[in-house]
């Protein structure tokens, strides 16, 4: 038996503690001090940009392919062992291109996609108007593109899924509970030190003893927390905020093609038709079409300046909130059901996301700084630890 501790419950940890509970020779304990779905992963809006993106080789593109695949069937299987239902879009991603957009750029995209058996398409502004009659093209859009196999989930109903799935498969969660450090005990076990601690009585009174767990794995994946949790094996791991702020509206009525709802997305600034009034699923329960009247907005991107914390910047929600109105004229008259934000972990330094083994120590493994792609890389994050725990 192979013991095997994940820090952080966020997407990626919860991916891993899944993909990690199909194998009963790992004896998993996940460990957060907040409930599951905190942080980044509460914030998200789980927009899985994945063909669409311009990445084409190399790891960048293997990780987003590997999740897409692996997407397609852990929704329904998740939904079968758990009971829980997952709002998952599967009506693709259309971008609009402004002016001074290279199309050519699409073009050799859409080739390149042709062949490594992935589709988007070029669309004209009429093809735009015809199948999204609420939105509003002005003169400077000039086509859009399609990405039919690109798609949206809820990362919160996701991550609550992913546990509940593990804790069924015997994965043991203790939340409530802060991961202080990390002891290398000898060659093959590390200890972690908990925050939370016990009364213990001795032969001479009563003493307070920390408590501490031995495992022969473990797996940083606290996002933003992660640096402090691997400092005390003296190493760095510099991530650092983005702080992301987004909306999350209730119009009248429904808005847009009840039998064509993607998301739609535009100069960064993304509108997720999401909620309950997502009714016309097959019987199997997939929304293959529907009309919504809950649309999340977002998201904006701030920088720390000098270093120092980052408050959220209203006028930067008003920004996007009011390009999203000047491509949806209907947001105009939606109500604001609640407004959020939260902060992404991003790698100093280095490409994200952070996946392997901290140097010097192939016992501790990092899966962290996903930056804004943590729900469309998690399923992939999951298969590449899980390849490295079982080598």
């Given at each position: 038996m192979v013991r095997v501790a994940i820090i952080g419950c966020g997407i990626v940890g919860a991916s891993i503690a899944f993909e990690l509970s199909q194998f009963p020779e790992l004896k998993v304990t996940v460990f957060d001090k907040?409930?599951?779905?905190?942080?980044?992963?509460?914030?998200?809006?789980?927009?899985?940009?994945?063909?669409?993106?311009?990445?084409t080789k190399g790891r960048n593109w293997h990780l987003r392919e590997t999740?897409?695949?692996?997407?397609?069937?852990?929704?329904?299987?998740?939904?079968?062992?758990?009971?829980?239902?997952?709002?998952?879009?599967?009506?693709?991603?259309?971008?609009?291109?402004?002016?001074?957009?290279?199309?050519?750029?699409?073009?050799?995209?859409?080739?390149?996609?042709?062949?490594?058996?992935?589709?988007?398409?070029?669309?004209?502004?009429?093809r735009v108007r015809d199948r999204c009659p609420h939105l509003y093209l002005n003169d400077k859009i000039i086509a859009a593109i399609y990405s039919?196999?690109?798609?949206?989930?809820?990362?919160?109903?996701?991550?609550?899924?992913?546990?509940?799935?593990?804790?069924?498969?015997?994965?043991?969660?203790?939340?409530?509970?802060?991961?202080?450090?990390?002891?290398?005990?000898?060659?093959?076990?590390?200890?972690?030190?908990l925050a939370s601690s016990i009364a213990v009585n001795k032969s001479c009174g009563t003493g307070?003893?920390?408590?501490?767990?031995?495992?022969?794995?473990?797996?940083?994946?606290?996002?933003?927390?992660?640096?402090a949790v691997t400092a005390s094996l003296n190493q760095l791991v510099d991530i650092r905020p983005v702080l992301g702020q987004a909306l999350h509206l209730l119009t009248p009525n429904p808005v847009g093609n009840p039998d064509f709802s993607p998301v739609i997305t535009c100069d960064d600034v993304h509108i997720v038709p999401v909620g309950d009034s997502l009714p016309f699923g097959n019987p199997c329960g997939e929304r293959d079409s529907f009309a919504s009247r809950e649309?999340?907005?977002?998201?904006?991107?701030?920088?720390?300046?000098?270093?120092?914390?980052?408050?959220?910047?209203?006028?930067?929600?008003?920004?996007?909130?009011?390009?999203?109105?000047?491509l949806c004229p209907a947001l105009a008259f939606a109500s604001i059901i609640?407004?959020?934000?939260?902060?992404?972990?991003?790698?100093?330094?280095?490409?994200?996301?952070?996946?392997?083994?901290?140097?010097?120590?192939?016992r501790v493994l990092i899966a962290s700084g996903h930056y804004r792609n943590g729900v469309l890389l998690a399923p992939a994050t999951a298969r590449s630890i899980r390849e490295m725990i079982l080598q």
């Open positions: 907040q409930p599951p779905a905190q942080g980044s992963t509460g914030a998200a809006l789980g927009v899985l940009m994945g063909v669409i993106s311009h990445k999740s897409l695949q692996r997407y397609e069937t852990l929704i329904p299987e998740l939904e079968a062992v758990t009971k829980r239902k997952i709002p998952f879009n599967k009506q693709g991603i259309l971008m609009l291109c402004s002016e001074g957009e290279d199309l050519s750029k699409w073009e050799k995209l859409i080739a390149t996609r042709r062949s490594q058996g992935w589709q988007l398409e070029l669309w004209d502004v009429e039919p196999q690109d798609r949206q989930v809820d990362p919160t109903a996701l991550t609550l899924a992913l546990v509940d799935a593990a804790k069924l498969k015997g994965v043991n969660f203790e939340f409530g509970v802060e991961v202080q450090g990390i002891t290398e005990l000898d060659s093959q076990v590390s200890q972690i030190q307070i003893l920390p408590l501490a767990e031995n495992f022969d794995r473990l797996i940083v994946c606290a996002g933003l927390g992660s640096a649309f999340w907005v977002g998201a904006t991107v701030e920088f720390s300046e000098n270093g120092g914390e980052i408050e959220a910047n209203a006028d930067m929600l008003e920004q996007v909130m009011a390009r999203a109105i000047a609640r407004k959020w934000s939260g902060l992404r972990p991003r790698p100093e330094g280095r490409p994200a996301p952070i996946i392997g083994t901290l140097p010097g120590n192939d």
